[in-house]
Structure formats: structure tokens, C-alpha cells
């Protein structure tokens, strides 16, 4: 079955940079397009960015525009978030998420578990 | 940018049929689909494409979509239906979220 697993998070400094992974599996990763989601503490959900199946086309939320780009390698079966200049409103965790279809930009069919990004000094 | 709006919360009795809405501009031209996420657990996709159900999830959850309001409606709703609910749309190259209803049972 479709297993996707985050890691990377952890506490970190205002204006410093982070890396967030997705190990993906159960399922054809290469023909599915992926997204970062994001949930600060006690509120809803927030997009990130989604990238196509083959990394062609990417797009980011406004909010992150500019500092974080998300990127795959399917050889690895790696979905990836570059985080720079990271800020307290940042602080969330981070979800990737596979679409439901291939070929679609959403809906996301399946969620991992969630890693806890924290910035804070 | 586009805004999905929905209640903050929602009281239902066991049993009874809950409706939960999400609104926007012209949703209806959209598709919307809907999450459910219960405490410390990650969201699950309940309904896509206005009305359809992905395997697995019962058949009391039913959804439709026209004019500026797509609604999300659990028939006979059960206590293991208490969670927060968030419906979604794409536009313009962007996934929006509603803010989500907190669903009491």
C-alpha cells in the first residue's frame, strides 16, 4: 500500500535553511504528482507547493514564494522541500501528500504522517 | 487570490445528518473535495470530485457542488465521525483549503 514518510524536521533558527524529505512507496512514484501541505499548531491546513509527476512544472503558495522550492527525485523515490530563510510562521507540520490520480494536480489521496518544523531562537 | 469559507463548527446528534458547507466564488465550476482529520492523526480524503468516495470510506458521506457551495453531508452520523472537516479546490495553479468545521457529535 502507498506509504509516504517525512523527515527532516526539528528545531531551527530564524533566517536559517532546512530540508525536508518524503520517502515514498507502495506505489509508482515517477507517474504521480506530490505536494508539501502545512499545519501550524492548532489551525487548519495550508498548500505549499506540488510538483508534476517528472518535476516539469512546480508551483508554491504565495506565502512561500521565493524561500522554499519543492523538487523530487524519482530515482530515490524522494519528494523534497528546500526551506531558506525560515521564520516562526513557518513553524507547522509538514505533510506530503501523493494525488489521488495520475495525470491530476489534485486530490490528495494519500498522506504521511506529518514532520514538525519548529523555528524559533 | 481564491477563498473557500466555511462554518467553524457544526453540532449534530447521533444518528441524525450532518451538513457541513464550503463557499467560494463559482466553487460550482470547480471541483471540491473534502478531508477529515481527527486529533494527531493526518488528514484522509473522504470525497473527490464533487461527489465521489474513495474505497474505504462509508457510504454516509455524500457530497455535492453547484453555484458558490459545495456541501459535505454524513448520513446517520456516528460518534467516530467527530473530527475536523476541510473542504478544497484548485485554482489558478493553487490547492486552497477551506478553514475547516469542527464537526461535534
Avoid at chain 1, 495525470?103 to 514538525?116: A, C, E, K, R
Avoid at chain 2, 441524525?16 to 471540491?32: E, N, P, V
Avoid at chain 2, 467527530?82 to 483549503?97: G, I, M, N, P, R
Amino acid at each position: 500500500q502507498v506509504r509516504l514518510v517525512e523527515s527532516g524536521g526539528g528545531v531551527v533558527q530564524p533566517g536559517t535553511s532546512q530540508r525536508l524529505s518524503c520517502a515514498a512507496s507502495g506505489f509508482s512514484f515517477s507517474t504521480y504528482g506530490m505536494h508539501w501541505v502545512r499545519q501550524a499548531p492548532g489551525k487548519g491546513l495550508e498548500w505549499v507547493a506540488v510538483i508534476a509527476f517528472d518535476g516539469s512544472n512546480k508551483y508554491h503558495a504565495d506565502s512561500v514564494k521565493g524561500r522554499f522550492t519543492i523538487s523530487r527525485d524519482n530515482s530515490k523515490n524522494t519528494l523534497y522541500l528546500q526551506m531558506n530563510n525560515l521564520s516562526p510562521d513557518d513553524t507547522a507540520v509538514y505533510y506530503c501528500a501523493k494525488v489521488l490520480v495520475d495525470g491530476d494536480w489534485v486530490p490528495f489521496g494519500s498522506w504521511g504522517q506529518g514532520t514538525l518544523v519548529t523555528v524559533s531562537s | 487570490s481564491y477563498e473557500l469559507t466555511q462554518p467553524p463548527s457544526v453540532s449534530v446528534s447521533p444518528g441524525q445528518t450532518a451538513s457541513i458547507t464550503c463557499s467560494g466564488d463559482k466553487l460550482g465550476d470547480r471541483y471540491a473535495s473534502w478531508y477529515q482529520q481527527k486529533p494527531g492523526q493526518s488528514p484522509i480524503l473522504v470525497i473527490y470530485r464533487d461527489t465521489k468516495r474513495p474505497s474505504g470510506i462509508p457510504e454516509r458521506f455524500s457530497g455535492s457542488n453547484s453555484g458558490n457551495t459545495a456541501t459535505l453531508t454524513i448520513g446517520a452520523t456516528q460518534a467516530v465521525d467527530e473530527a475536523d472537516y476541510y473542504c478544497q479546490a484548485w485554482a489558478s495553479s493553487t490547492a486552497v483549503f477551506g478553514g475547516g468545521t469542527k464537526l461535534t457529535v
